[in-house]
């Protein structure tokens, strides 16, 4: 075909020329029946000519059909260039981000599950343990306050002080799981691009069902 010759000679022609071109090569095309390469320089003319556009009222339906497909195929190409283009998000950011909230959720965010779930079960073990002792501390104090003997005095005050001593270990604890967390989340490198997701349900006493998923 003439046209499909000159266009191969095209490097001299103008952009506006190339497009005639390609949009009568996919005419041509599509009135022979070979739908594929009637999209394919359709498909070209979109890429000279992104808002080209073609008049339903003037223009065959078959010839319209098969232009929208090359328009649908044109534009998810562009999707995937600008995607591609698209520099990947920086995970161990995100990953920080979510072990200031609580330990082990960056980790686990970033691929480390065995390690976020570990320093996860470790600092709610911690935070148990500060509960209990505080707990304690507070039974063990009223009682030495209310006690009148002194050696019982002497053996509450070592307990009081006993559990005392053993939430402030916990808080220092605590607060060591926090901090190595943030930290390992900000240098460790992340596996993989795709965050997890932490699901929790519970039954109810009324037996509805609450269900609730955490982005991690």
Not at 24 to 30: H, N
Not at 151 to 180: H, P, T
């Amino acid at each position: 075909m003439l046209a499909l010759r000159t266009l191969q000679g095209a490097d001299s022609l103008a952009p506006v020329d190339r497009s005639m071109l390609h949009r009568i090569l996919g005419f041509t095309y599509v009135a022979m029946g070979e739908n594929e390469k009637a999209k394919n320089q359709f498909m070209a003319w979109l890429d000279l000519d992104p808002l080209a556009e073609l008049d339903s009222v003037y223009i065959s339906p078959k010839i319209i059909t098969v232009f929208r497909a090359a328009q649908a195929d044109h534009q998810q190409r562009i999707r995937d260039l600008r995607k591609a283009e698209t520099p990947p998000t920086d995970l161990r950011r995100d990953a920080a981000a979510r072990s200031l909230i609580f330990p082990g959720l960056g980790q686990v965010h970033a691929g480390y599950k065995t390690k976020g779930y570990s320093l996860m079960a470790s600092e709610a073990l911690l935070l148990g343990a500060i509960v209990f002792c505080q707990l304690q501390y507070d039974v063990k104090r009223d009682d030495y306050l209310s006690e009148r003997d002194p050696e019982g005095m002497q053996a509450l005050y070592d307990d009081a002080n006993n559990f005392y001593r053993a939430r402030n270990a916990s808080i220092g604890l605590a607060v060591g799981v926090y901090l190595f967390s943030l930290y390992d989340a900000l240098h460790l490198p992340p596996q993989k691009g795709d965050g997890e997701s932490l699901s929790l349900t519970c039954q109810p006493r009324l037996s509805r069902l609450l269900s609730l998923t955490w982005r991690l």
